[in-house]
């Protein structure tokens, strides 16, 4: 079954730098997402993205953060100048339609030092 | 806004045994989908089960039910002959049909269930 694929599964980076996350959605799927997880809370939508543009994103994601499509298959989000507070679970989500089950990526732990 | 509560922060069942995790959301809406999403230690978020509100029957996948209840704003999850497998953090999730800017899905804090041998 084809599945969501996120790297890197661990990301540890400085305060201050910059982190890209990736991540390779469903091949036929139209829609794509960021989710954010910080430990022992809930899931938090950050943003979803379709025919390549933002369609909607939370007040968590200003202006630090960014999401790009570089070609037909990746998806990235970009954190720029991180805090210690970036530090989460940060899930990626693909699905066919925006009326269809989004499917999830293992995520990518990012560990903010 | 929409809101989702998740009143369990942990639930325990005897393997093999049944367990029903609770779920109630607050939306002016009329249409929309709930979904459970299962998190084992492994971080992953799995898909367990997924309802279209305007049916009127309750999903089943297997083990896993539920038992939506939209007057109430209600949205259980039973999961019968609880396996070792089943202990995870269960997540329960809106999200609005209205229109396709208005996808982006709501999460309940999630209940820990614990599977006991």
């Known amino acids: 079954e084809p599945e969501v694929t996120q790297t890197p599964s661990h990301q540890v980076t400085q305060m201050g730098q910059e982190v890209i996350l990736r991540c390779v959605p469903i091949s036929n799927h139209l829609y794509f997402y960021w989710y954010r997880q910080i430990l022992g809370q809930k899931v938090e939508f950050l943003v979803s993205?379709?025919?390549?543009?933002?369609?909607?994103k939370s007040e968590i994601f200003d202006d630090q953060f960014s999401v790009e499509r570089p070609d037909g298959s990746n998806f990235t989000l970009k954190i720029r100048s991180t805090k210690l507070e970036d530090s989460a679970m940060y899930f990626c989500?693909?699905?066919?339609?925006?009326?269809?089950?989004?499917?999830f990526g293992d995520g990518t732990r990012l560990s903010i030092l | 806004a929409q809101t989702v509560t998740q009143s369990q922060p942990e639930m325990s069942v005897q393997e093999a045994e049944t367990v029903t995790l609770s779920c109630t959301y607050d939306t002016s809406e009329s249409d929309y989908y709930l979904f459970w999403y299962k998190q084992p230690p492994s971080r992953q978020m799995i898909l367990v089960i997924r309802?279209?509100?305007?049916?009127?029957q309750n999903a089943t996948e297997n083990r896993f039910s539920v038992n939506f209840q939209k007057a109430a704003k209600s949205f259980s999850l039973k999961i019968s002959d609880s396996q070792l497998g089943d202990a995870a953090m269960y997540f329960c999730?809106?999200?609005?049909?209205?229109?396709?800017?208005?996808?982006?899905?709501?999460f309940g804090a999630g209940t820990r269930l614990t599977v006991k041998p």
């Open positions: 989500a693909s699905s066919q339609y925006s009326n269809q089950p989004q499917h």
């Open positions: 993205f379709y025919n390549n543009e933002i369609s909607e």
């Open positions: 999730a809106y999200r609005s049909s209205t229109s396709y800017n208005n996808n982006d899905m709501r």
């Open positions: 309802q279209e509100a305007y049916k009127q």
